[in-house]
């Protein structure tokens, strides 16, 4: 079968770093991406991984191990407008799969 | 147009009648998706187009739900009967393409905001 784990929420304080983990099970695995979507909005891509290694787009950055199945989206110097859903989702070779989203909460 | 256009915005229809949704994905998309959002929830997949390939059909909820692909382009996702557990935001998205090599990013219209009454 196939999933996709992320936490349903995370609390932080803005100007610090948050980390959101995302875990898969999946076959055809391509690589992983992340979007954003904020309330009322539609969501945007924001990253996509598909070798092992970090990517970084500045504040933002993401990870993959393959081999673990295992990624993460990382988030520095919080803003309150980071406040928003954040959707993993695996590109499989024949489809794109999201996950349920994780609910950032930003604290001031 | 410059990005995935989505109509109506939002539609208000009464229990028992049917409702079409339209999508116009960007030119040159051949990958096409609908989904449905409820309110703070995550996307559920509905159904997905591909070229000229069957549309995966995998997440439609039942045989109320449909959509066409007309000419590779535009679609509609029909729901016959509507029910009050169908109001939700319906999303589309198109992309060039899960082996397209970019990631297949996805490209989401604003929504419809389905309300049955």
């Known amino acids: 079968g196939q999933s996709l784990e992320q936490p349903s929420e995370v609390t932080a304080v803005e100007g610090a770093i948050v980390q959101i983990n995302c875990t898969y099970q999946?076959?055809?695995?391509?690589?992983l991406s992340w979007y954003q979507q904020h309330d009322g909005g539609a969501p945007t891509f924001l990253s996509y991984?598909?070798?092992?290694g970090l990517e970084e787009t500045g504040r933002f950055s993401s990870f993959l191990s393959r081999s673990d199945s295992y990624g993460y989206l990382l988030l520095q110097e919080l803003q309150m407008k980071d406040s928003a859903s954040y959707f993993c989702?695996?590109?499989?070779?024949?489809?794109?799969?999201f996950g349920k989203g994780t609910r950032l909460h930003i604290l001031p | 147009g410059a990005g995935v256009s989505q109509s109506p915005s939002n539609k208000v229809t009464e229990k028992g009648k049917d409702v079409e949704l339209r999508c116009d994905p960007i030119s040159g998309h051949t990958a096409l998706y609908w989904y449905r959002q409820s309110l703070g929830q995550g996307l559920e997949f509905l159904i997905y187009f591909q070229g000229n390939s069957a549309p995966d059909k995998s997440g439609l909820p039942s045989d109320r739900f449909s959509a066409e692909r007309t000419g590779g382009s535009v679609s509609t996702l029909t729901i016959q009967r509507t029910q009050q557990e169908d109001s939700a935001v319906y999303l589309c998205?198109?992309?060039?393409?899960?082996?397209?090599?970019?990631?297949?990013?996805?490209?989401f219209g604003a929504g419809t905001r389905l309300s049955v009454l």
């Open positions: 989702a695996v590109n499989r070779d024949d489809k794109i799969i």
């Open positions: 998205a198109s992309s060039l393409g899960a082996t397209s090599g970019s990631g297949d990013i996805q490209y």
């Open positions: 999946t076959s055809g695995f391509y690589g």
């Open positions: 991984n598909a070798l092992d």
